[in-house]
């Protein structure tokens, strides 16, 4: 939650001037919650940075003018749209999504509490003399488009999917490190059964078929985020107009411009994926949510866009190549999410020891890529390739007697690992460590099984 995530009634945020230039008062509380700052003001809310002083922790409250009631003094449309954020208390719980944690629908001044997001929104980085690296602005791009899949599976269409409503996390050198898709006082929730506002959200983002109050799916939203990765490549969005008349026309009517040209680095195969979001036509768009992310994350993977010198896998990668691995299977979007967080990614050349006899055992390995071979007394009992574990016996074992490797485990191939301490695993949430114990007894079950039909064993292990 940040400043710019106040309003829905511009093409894009705006603060309103503060009458005769100062601000207004700030109260000590909202709520239970005391007030330390104000973030922001808009047409319709302002937000503060607040204390939760029963958890210890700071959360972002949205105060909503006017009253909740359809006949408060600013009118109907306000009252929809804190109706719209309320809904979705507490069910939107993804790494990329700012959370609403509680809804207060007071007469006078209803609020919101949501997860307090310490960054700046992508309007920053929409200026032609402020642009991001091209490999991060996919990698921004892939994250919201997990994101917005997760939230359509709840049955939620953002509809307002636009550079104020994506919250940039920064470090200390200003680079972007995560994004948070926030605000969803516009969105169409599939599973309500009440009545919903339509035509709402930012008109230099809105697909042609929001334009014309129809009905949407993902593919809505799709267009939109296409329509934000053009204005982060750009500098500009894909349409713009001095009147409302003539931008809508643009967009019911004329093709995007090319990016190629527009930027150093634009390749014909970025250029590509960003337009295919933009067509026209829903079905000539991505399919689905996991299709237009693969396409961003191939950009990456096949280094279809210029990367930066000496740069990581990147967390749009990793995810992917988490959902490849079969340990992983049965993990959803969030826990993967997790991993790629909380896991420790190394590479190893051929004929590193990764584990030696006789060591303790303190960390297990997942092999991403590459092969490993195991020598008991110097002679190779097994080889491991991607999607395996291993060391995981001895990490599990339950004294310290037993937690000594007993064979060699050697690098046989260039090699790519995940691996986990009892420190990093325990970071996880408890349902996250609950599919690492099912993936360790699959894949105790699977060498049993394999024990025994190297030794010609009558009896079967299923």
Not at 176 to 199: C, E, P
Request: proline share 6%; glycine share 8%.
């Amino acid at each position: 939650m940040s400043k710019s995530d106040l309003t829905h009634s511009d093409p894009d945020h705006c603060d309103l001037p503060l009458d005769g230039g100062g601000e207004p008062p700030l109260p000590a509380y909202v709520g239970k919650y005391r007030i330390l700052k104000r973030l922001g003001e808009g047409a319709t809310s302002e937000v503060f940075l607040a204390r939760d002083e029963f958890r210890d922790t700071e959360v972002a409250i949205k105060r909503v003018r006017g009253g909740s009631g359809e006949d408060g003094p600013s009118g109907h449309f306000p009252s929809r749209l804190f109706a719209n954020e309320a809904a979705l208390a507490g069910r939107l719980q993804h790494p990329n999504v700012v959370q609403i944690l509680d809804a207060f629908p007071d007469p006078h001044e209803p609020y919101l509490v949501m997860e307090y997001v310490p960054g700046v929104t992508l309007r920053r980085f929409c200026r032609p003399d402020n642009l991001l690296p091209l490999d991060v602005m996919v990698e921004v791009g892939f994250k919201c488009a997990m994101a917005l899949s997760y939230v359509f599976r709840q049955g939620v269409i953002h509809r307002d999917v636009k550079p104020a409503n994506l919250l940039a996390v920064l470090d200390a050198q200003g680079q972007v490190t995560d994004i948070k898709v926030s605000d969803f006082g516009s969105a169409l929730n599939l599973n309500s059964d009440r009545t919903q506002i339509h035509r709402v959200g930012s008109l230099a983002y809105m697909s042609p078929e929001q334009l014309d109050g129809g009905d949407l799916d993902c593919r809505s939203d799709i267009y939109s985020l296409g329509a934000v990765l053009y204005h982060l490549v750009a500098g500009r969005p894909p349409f713009d107009a001095p009147a409302q008349a003539s931008l809508m026309h643009q967009i019911y009517s004329q093709a995007p411009a090319t990016l190629q040209g527009q930027r150093g680095g634009v390749t014909p195969e970025l250029d590509a994926v960003i337009l295919k979001a933009l067509a026209k036509e829903p079905q000539d768009r991505y399919d689905d949510w996991e299709s237009f992310g693969r396409a961003l994350s191939d950009l990456v993977a096949k280094q279809l866009v210029p990367l930066a010198q000496f740069q990581e896998v990147m967390d749009s990668e990793r995810f992917n190549l988490l959902r490849s691995l079969d340990f992983f299977v049965g993990f959803d979007d969030v826990q993967l999410w997790e991993v790629v967080h909380r896991a420790r990614w190394r590479r190893y050349s051929i004929g590193h020891s990764l584990y030696k006899k006789g060591q303790e055992g303190n960390t297990f390995h997942i092999i991403a890529h590459g092969d490993l071979e195991v020598f008991r007394d110097g002679q190779r009992v097994a080889q491991l390739g991607a999607g395996t574990s291993v060391g995981e016996m001895a990490y599990l074992a339950p004294n310290p007697d037993l937690r000594r490797h007993s064979t060699d485990v050697l690098v046989a191939s260039p090699c790519t690992t995940i691996s986990f301490t009892p420190e990093s695993l325990g970071q996880l949430s408890e349902q996250c460590q609950h599919r690492f114990d099912s993936a360790f007894i699959r894949v105790l079950v699977r060498r049993l099984h394999a024990a025994h039909e190297a030794l010609a064993h009558p009896r079967r292990i299923l």
